[in-house]
């Protein structure tokens, strides 16, 4: 008992026995995390194609409603979703996609031809043509998509 | 830290409880000894993983199966959790069995111990049922033909079979009603059981003392 850090077996013991504990309660806890909000961090990484239509059916300068439906899956459940997309030109070559979401609370706008807006019934929010927000409530412009023209048929890409 | 610690001894005399659970005496006995133990910790196993399964588990015969798929192929460590669960389910009757063997060849089933081996005895069934409802969760062709089997011997008995059968099933048929109520039973009726009686057994252990190893010359 000269040296300052004598161990004891009984100390050596315990403290091994906290330090399995702790592996132990770790080996569960980690896996128990990740287990519990993985599919909180799962993007919709849905990047595959969504076929439109006919770029010939937008007419020049006017937001073309253009209706397809999707399969979205969640956990385990596949469903059929329908997307509702407007997609603008003003050349027939670039082509601008819009979805009709309002970025206020999620009802679906429309496109008011006479005035040229599109308009949101909800809290009357009102975009430009290109979705940005005139006035009302909405906070950003409408979400946008990236297009792809093949063969004069419209894609977009995501979910 | 120890001011603390202090300050909470002093309300809730936690170091003799601690004391009396962790310190007390105990003869000198062999590894066979610590069956019980392991058993102990599988079934705090099965508890901790069958929790987890339980936030993505769904128990009708539409979601039943592609929620298990889904923890298995989908969620992350979910095929750890459920392995997990599955092979400790049979690590624990077999844990179990050999504890009790223990006890039996020992002979600590004796006075003063015959209720700890009393809720021993309903443990080891409790584990049989836990084993026997979990069988079906899964509701593939290996679960429905193993419950639709298991079921029938029930109702084989004499006399009271055929309304055992019934009771079992929920009816006449293997349905969403029998899944159901497995479910319930394994997650509900038989956990409240199991930990209701190991606070039990565990407590008379501990009242009691463990039994030493047997002499020759007795
Ligand atoms: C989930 C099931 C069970 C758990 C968690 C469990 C747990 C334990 C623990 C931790 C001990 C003290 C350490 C040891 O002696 O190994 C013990 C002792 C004992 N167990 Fe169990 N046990 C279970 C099932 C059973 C069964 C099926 C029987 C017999 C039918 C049984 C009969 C006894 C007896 C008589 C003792 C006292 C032994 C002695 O004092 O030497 N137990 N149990
Ligand atoms: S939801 Fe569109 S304005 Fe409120």
Redesign the interface.
């Known amino acids: 008992m000269d040296e300052e850090k004598q161990v004891s077996r009984r100390g050596f013991l315990s403290r091994t026995i906290w330090a399995i504990g702790g592996l132990i309660t770790a080996g569960f806890g980690i896996p128990a995390i990740a287990y519990i909000i993985g599919p909180a961090l799962q993007r919709d990484a849905a990047q595959n194609l969504i076929r439109l239509g006919a770029a010939s059916k937008v007419e020049l300068g006017i937001p073309t409603l253009f209706k397809v439906t999707v399969q979205r899956k969640t956990g385990w459940i596949v469903n059929e979703e329908e997307l509702s997309i407007y997609v603008r030109t003003d050349d027939g070559r670039n082509f601008t996609a819009m979805s009709n979401v309002c970025t206020h609370l999620g009802c679906r706008v429309r496109w008011v031809a006479d005035r040229k807006e599109f308009f949101c019934p909800c809290h009357n929010g009102v975009f430009d043509k290109d979705g940005n927000v005139i006035s009302g409530p909405p906070p950003r412009p409408l979400n946008r998509y990236e297009v792809k023209v093949e063969n004069g048929q419209l894609s977009i890409v995501g979910g | 830290m120890t001011r603390v610690a202090n300050w909470l001894d002093e309300r809730l005399a936690w170091r003799r409880v601690w004391e009396a659970i962790f310190l007390r005496r105990v003869p000198k006995v062999n590894w066979f000894y610590t069956l019980g133990s392991a058993t102990l910790f599988v079934a705090l ?1 099965q508890i ?1 993983t069958g929790i ?1 399964l339980t ?2 588990y769904v128990p009708t015969p539409d ?1 039943a199966y ?2 298990v ?2 923890i298995t192929t ?5 095929w ?2 459920r392995g997990l669960h599955h092979w400790g389910a049979s690590a624990l009757i077999v844990l179990v069995v050999l504890h009790m063997l223990r006890v039996i060849l020992g002979g600590a089933y004796k006075y003063p111990r015959e209720i700890t081996w009393m809720t021993g005895v309903v443990l080891l069934i409790v584990s049989l049922g836990f084993g026997f409802t979990g069988y079906l969760l899964p509701w593939d062709q290996k679960a429905y033909w193993a419950t639709t089997v298991g079921t029938r011997i029930a109702g084989t008995a004499p006399v009271i079979g055929d309304s055992m059968l019934r009771i079992l099933r929920g009816g006449e048929d293997l349905t969403a009603v029998t899944l159901a109520r497995f479910f319930g039973v394994h997650v509900w009726i038989l956990p409240v059981a199991l930990l209701t009686l190991i606070g039990i057994h565990l407590y008379l252990v501990i009242r009691i003392g463990i039994s030493a190893v047997p002499k020759r010359k007795e």
């Open positions: 196993n901790v987890l936030i993505y979601h592609d929620s798929q889904y989908e969620v992350p460590a979910g750890l959790i």
